[in-house]
């Protein structure tokens, strides 16, 4: 057992000295012309198994025959993404270091109320094929049909229905917006609060709580056990179109889109390495629209869609505005 | 219940997939491996390995994971019972009375008894899954806060079978530890005691804290021993012994069946670990058991119950995942992505057009069960040999280990600065008597009982009255307040009829020595 143990900690350490004399050897500047030259980190700033880390497990194949340079996914999770954005903004701006997040609501929202030491800006988008909504729903024995019979419910007695919702998210931003809206007085709502979409859609499909506001697209796997009552886009959603959306239910608010994920850099790499930025889009661009990377990629339920980074970018950054107008509504 | 047509067919797909059997014994040791190993966690260890089984075919994927899920599930209780560290947050109850049982000499078969309750009760909880799977994951959805919290006061409980010299000590600790547990940000999204630091706002990490707050006490406590037995003739590593332990657990059927059956439940509840099942199983066997003075002493049936419920919940946590495509802990959300990598999507229709598929990983799990017993007896034997090396040697080696182990699988300093920071704690606690297993119950059950109490709260708008259309929760409550009092009325019936037993033997010695002082005098 000693043998065993002792050499079990050779080895750990030296992989642990290994990497980290890999990172302090990294030189900060790299031509352009032979870039890139050794295996591109992704940060995931999420545990493995989420949402951004099977995208960039799935994309990375069609993303490494581009590149031509192996990749390696790198999982920071913690405190709201900020801990991976911070890790992020701290690596050389020499473009072997990228990010696949949810970008919106995510960072705004580490800036907005954890007071994240980087501005919004500081990240600048390649491309967030991924688009979710909020969907308000109910489980699929519930007493409740549509969504006029919650707001109606709810303007006669505040406290008939409870709510679960992640607090500080872009679901209760829009949540808060359409009980305005409808002139409900949301002091005397019934309001749960889960740390996680998760938590806030097994709750809803199970009747814990009567209606639940979550993102939409985590609720694909327990289709059967909810009904949708109103989803807060303002087009027909690809993934969800038997979801009615939230223009249909006669109530007028605004609304803030949900998570929007994909591939990113920061926005130093972007003006300081001109070169290597437009390497990196062309290669997203290029793996997104591969046929194989589709195919394969909608299989897992992972979207490849190609907006481009000035549509990503305006997209991110409109979040992020609507995110900072609403704030007091987070709070 | 049971679909004939399914299960034939899944017994064909488990005899043409035989190539991913091979997957098995390097799934069950690498488990074996990295939980033993203190600082990593059985979800630690399967995120690990997952990037490597993107290359296998599906069914070989699946296969090496739950076999490492398998045997993560039991390696965690060999550092438990030999050295009494737990090697991840679920084998915290191994260490009462299994390393009790060690410094008895009877390591060996502490740790047999530990791999059969394991093994036994991994299969009773696959082979319950396999029956009810569909109406289990129902059930599981409708449990609410209410009743989570009911879970969470039941874990509490467990504090009043830790035993401390002072009571207002170990209770002041158990609330030290339940702050300590919710520092961070709480599920209404407020941040207590963070200190400004990002890396605290997902709450202190429970595994560095937990090695910190026992290793440290512990290895201190083993640095003035040259060996962790002191006893020589007791430190060798015997066959015989740990089969004999092995066959002992068969003594005990109900401590089984309570144990695996509050590990199903446990486990099948989406975000309850199952380090909350191993409290809870040990703190019920010892509250019930006729011989509860002796827990804690080096009870076998403590460290049964306590294994037991680890191995079950591994059962019911595949319940959930299969049926409804929802982790029900970390263990499993690995396993979703593994099945999402493969393209394919857990959930309800998952069950009902893949059938034979998931009655096939069933299967192969009760068949990983099997297998770890004898890989499980190899790996007890070798890591026994620790016992016949000096500390100076062990003791560095293992807090290198555990050092690295919390620094690993993020990489952040924050892992090894949290099981510094708590090493002293530990070791000030101890030096002044305060009983720092119930600071660990309080750590791994404290942001539980807030999340649950507080979403209670909101739920019920304020109303304590809602607990009444809770029937589950009810139901919770009035068990345990039942077994509780069965418990004091028992304690008190005992404590009555030692009373009269030693009136009487009084009495009797009295009537003695009158007999004796006429005949005297």
Known sequence: MTDFTRRDAFKISAGGLAAVSGMVAMPSILRAATYPSRPINVIVPFATGGYNDRLSRAFMPYLEKELGQPLVIVNKPGAGTQLGNSYALNQPADGYSILCTSAAPYIPLTVLLQNAPYKVEDFSMINLPSRDYTLAATSSDGPVKTFAEVIDKLKKDPSSLSIGVQPASADYANMVLVFQAAGIDASKLRIVTYDGGGPARNATAGAQVDVGFVGGEGFLPLKTKIRPLAIFAAEKVEWYPDAPLIGSTGIKTDFVEGSQRGWAVTTKLRNEQPEIYKTLVAAVEKASKNPKSIETLKLQELATTWYGPEASDKAYLDNAAKMAKYVDLLK | ?521
């Not at chain 2, 015997?238 to 069946?257: A, F, M, N, Q």
């Open chain 2, 1 to 521: 219940m049971i679909d004939v047509s399914a299960f034939n067919e899944a017994l064909g797909i488990m005899f043409t997939s035989v190539g991913s059997w091979g997957w098995i014994v390097p799934g069950l040791i690498v488990g074996l491996v990295f939980s033993a190993i203190p600082g990593i966690s059985i979800t630690m260890a399967m995120a690990i390995v997952l990037p490597m089984s993107l290359y296998m075919d599906f069914f070989s994927a699946i296969v090496f994971l739950t076999s490492v899920y398998t045997g993560a599930g039991f390696g965690g209780s060999v550092p438990a019972i030999l050295m009494n560290i737990p090697g991840s947050p679920s084998s915290f109850a191994t260490t009462f009375d299994g390393y009790a049982m060690s410094q008895k000499g009877e390591h060996n078969e502490a740790l047999g008894y530990a791999l059969f309750a394991s093994t036994l009760c991994g299969i009773a909880g696959y082979v319950l899954l396999l029956l009810v799977i569909e109406p289990l994951a129902d059930i599981v959805l409708r449990i609410g806060p209410v009743e989570m919290f009911a879970v969470a006061i039941w874990g509490m409980m467990l504090l009043g079978s830790l035993g401390s010299t002072y009571i207002s000590r170990g209770l002041l600790a158990a609330a030290f530890g339940i702050l300590l547990g919710t520092v961070g940000m709480n599920t209404a999204g407020f941040t207590r005691g963070t200190l400004g630091l990002p890396v605290l706002l997902d709450g202190i990490a429970p595994i560095p804290a937990m090695i910190g707050l026992l290793a440290a006490s512990q290895l201190l406590s083993l640095a003035t021993r040259d060996y962790i037995i002191e006893a020589e003739g007791s430190r060798e590593v015997s066959l015989r012994k740990i089969l004999k332990g092995c066959w002992g657990t068969l003594k005990y059927p109900g401590v089984l069946l309570r144990g695996s059956i509050i590990g199903i439940i446990i486990g099948a509840v989406p975000g309850v670990g199952s380090s909350i099942g191993n409290l809870i199983a040990y703190a019920e066997t010892k509250r019930t058991a006729k011989d509860s003075a002796t827990f804690g002493k080096g009870n076998p049936k403590g460290v049964i119950a306590a294994e037991s419920a680890v191995a079950s919940g591994e059962g019911g946590s595949m319940a959930t995942m299969l049926a409804l495509g929802i982790p029900g802990g970390g263990a499993t959300a690995i396993l979703i992505a593994a099945f999402m990598m493969h393209n394919i999507v857990p959930g309800p229709s998952f069950i009902e057009t893949q059938k034979p598929m998931v009655y096939a990983i069933i299967l192969n799990n009760i068949v990983q069960a099997i297998v770890l017993l004898a890989v499980g007896i190899g790996f007890i034997y070798v890591a026994s040999n620790i016992m016949k090396v000096r500390t100076r040697y062990v003791l560095p080696a293992i807090l290198v280990i555990a050092t690295l182990g919390t620094f690993a699988v993020t990489g952040e300093a924050a892992g090894p600065i949290t099981l510094f920071v708590f090493a002293l704690l530990g070791y000030a606690l101890n030096r002044y008597q305060y009983p720092v297993s119930a600071v660990v119950v309080g750590i791994l059950l404290g942001r539980m009982l807030e999340t649950e109490f507080l979403r209670s709260y909101q739920l019920s708008g304020g109303n304590p009255l809602y607990v009444l259309e809770r029937p589950g929760a009810m139901a919770i409550f009035a068990v345990m307040f039942i077994s509780l009092a069965m418990t004091a009325w028992g304690k008190r019936k005992q404590n009555r009829a030692e009373a009269a037993e030693a009136e009487a033997m009084l009495r009797m010695q009295d009537e003695a020595s009158h007999a004796h002082t006429p005949s005297k005098g």
